[in-house]
């Protein structure tokens, strides 16, 4: 079975910072997905990335990028210039790459503050 | 495009009542899955529908859950008799094709007194 830790349940950061979370997982598969999914307070959660394990390079969107690395089992989210709005609580999530078996497993979350 | 939508958005009620938990995914995903997050905890899987079957029902906790996707567009998941631990955040999400990204619903807060 997967298991997916965030060992950090809170954290704060000044306004225009930049902030890491941290996310380790357990698997024995080779083929996977990794997500990082944030839930504002507004509740509806929404995908922030997404990182593919057959591929080295780590994956961006605008100021979220990811650092993947695949043999310790870690996929750390980097905030850059943080903004008000990215106040939220923020999942890891694992998925097999196996057809009929596409199941998230989440982290407890960490719940990311951002101080104005 | 109208999202995944989930109805109520909170439910309180008594032990040993039944409560039914609606879900209407993105129109066109034949995905729907229901996940379910105690307290503080994780966000753990209870199931996964393609169309109208069960793909995976591995996560459900017991036989007081029962989840249905009549016709391949909403679904339900049925508490009955729900217990105090039941309480948590359901949440619904959806996906075109499988392995696709998952959208979310707001998800159901649901109190058991």
């Known amino acids: 079975a997967q298991t997916v830790t965030q060992s950090q349940p809170e954290m704060s950061v000044q306004e225009a910072e930049t902030v890491t979370l941290s996310c380790t997982y357990d698997t024995s598969e080779n083929n996977y997905y990794l997500f990082w999914y944030k839930q504002p307070p507004s509740r509806q959660m929404i995908l922030v990335i997404r990182q593919e394990a057959y591929k080295q390079q780590n994956a961006t969107e605008n100021r979220f990028s990811v650092n993947f690395q695949k043999a310790a089992k870690s996929f750390s989210l980097k905030i850059s210039d943080s903004q008000l709005g990215d106040t939220a609580m923020y999942f890891c999530a694992f998925m097999k790459l196996i057809f009929g078996n596409e199941k998230l497993t989440f982290g407890t979350g960490t719940r990311l503050t951002i101080i104005p | 495009e109208a999202g995944v939508t989930q109805f109520p958005s909170h439910s309180v009620i008594e032990k040993g009542q039944t409560v039914t938990l609606r879900c209407d995914p993105i129109?066109?995903?034949?995905?729907l899955y229901w996940y379910r997050r105690v307290m503080g905890k994780e966000i753990k899987f209870l199931l996964h529908f393609v169309k109208e079957s069960k793909q995976d029902e591995s996560g459900m906790p017991n036989n007081r859950f029962l989840a249905e996707r009549t016709g391949g567009t909403y679904s339900t998941l049925k508490v009955q008799p729900a217990e105090l631990e039941d309480s948590g955040v359901y949440f619904c999400?959806?996906?075109?094709?499988?392995?696709?990204?998952?959208?979310f619903g707001p998800g159901t807060r649901l109190t058991v007194t």
């Open positions: 129109s066109g995903h034949d995905n």
């Open positions: 999400a959806s996906s075109q094709e499988q392995g696709d990204e998952q959208y």
